[in-house]
């Protein structure tokens, strides 16, 4: 794999509106976590697409294996009672 | 001279040293030493293009001739632009600009704050835009002072330099010669 020269790699994060989940949006490079914020705001948050910014260092997010999705997401397969749409809403219920 | 055509030659005092600025800036596009960079250096030349055609455009008005703001902006010769020399020093290297961005960028937070408070309700207008991007600029232009002066012995050295060559260049900014370069 041929050396990235452009820095470390962040992760950036845009809560679209105030209250609402902070999204990943992309990555950025940058030599520290100031750095990482700016080009955060200047590559993802030019067209009003959001009011916060988390930016996290690339290194600090643990993913899981591919080889290990079968064991991890398979047995949510068949609980279709773990879905809201599996239950009836009672009659006059105004909010679920 | 009249109120109108001093306040017409001080916007185009203050769109000039954006629309100079905005383009020697905007000479980073594509070559900017990351990526990312690249694409903050356009939007900061952006920035400056968007202040320097709201005040060129308000200049024509008060000029009430005809011209547009693109007239004002391309149309004249070399001498009819009243920028402060800093703004069209050349680009340089990376440092140099980054020394340019942190003297001019400080001098419009300065500018913009107390121009928000201005009589004249579109220059308090635009300020009041201006001032936000101004603060990031000057805000930019620290992180990279910081990086560079505290970075290597070679990125210090072209930052001293840059501050070094570019210090004699601030004077004409709190000169009060209204708009005649003398």
Redesign the interface.
């Known amino acids: 794999m041929a050396t990235d020269t452009q820095f470390d790699l962040w992760e950036v994060f845009i809560q679209g509106k105030s209250g609402g989940h902070h999204m990943h949006a992309g990555s950025v490079h940058a030599s520290d976590k100031e750095m990482a914020l700016k080009n955060a705001r200047d590559l993802y948050t030019r067209r009003s697409e959001g009011g916060s910014i988390w930016v996290v260092p690339s290194s600090a997010i643990i993913s899981s294996a591919p080889d290990d999705a079968a064991m991890l997401f398979d047995p949510a397969n068949d609980k279709i009672y773990r879905h809201p749409t599996f239950y009836v809403i009672p009659e006059g219920a105004k909010q679920i | 001279m009249g109120s109108k055509e001093q306040l017409f030659k001080y916007l185009l005092r203050l769109g000039d040293n954006a629309l100079i600025q905005g383009h020697r800036l905007s000479e980073w596009c594509s070559r900017g030493p990351?990526?990312?960079?690249d694409?903050?250096l356009s939007?900061l030349a952006l920035d400056n293009i968007g202040r320097a055609q709201a005040l060129l455009q308000y200049a024509s008005e008060v000029e009430g001739n005809g011209h547009t703001a693109d007239d004002l902006a391309y149309r004249r010769n070399e001498r009819q632009y009243f920028n402060f020399l800093i703004t069209e020093l050349p680009t340089g290297n990376f440092a140099y600009t980054i020394a340019k961005q942190l003297f001019i960028g400080l001098y419009d937070v300065i500018l913009f704050e107390a121009l928000c408070k201005s009589t004249d309700v579109t220059i308090a207008g635009i300020a009041a835009k201006a001032i936000k991007e101004a603060k990031y600029h000057a805000?930019?232009a620290g992180?990279w002072c910081l990086?560079l002066g505290m970075g290597t012995a070679i990125s210090h050295d072209l930052l001293q330099n840059a501050i070094n060559e570019i210090w004699m260049f601030t004077g004409e900014m709190f000169e009060m010669t209204g708009w005649i370069r003398i």
């Open positions: 990351i990526l990312e960079e694409i903050a939007n805000s930019h992180d990086r």
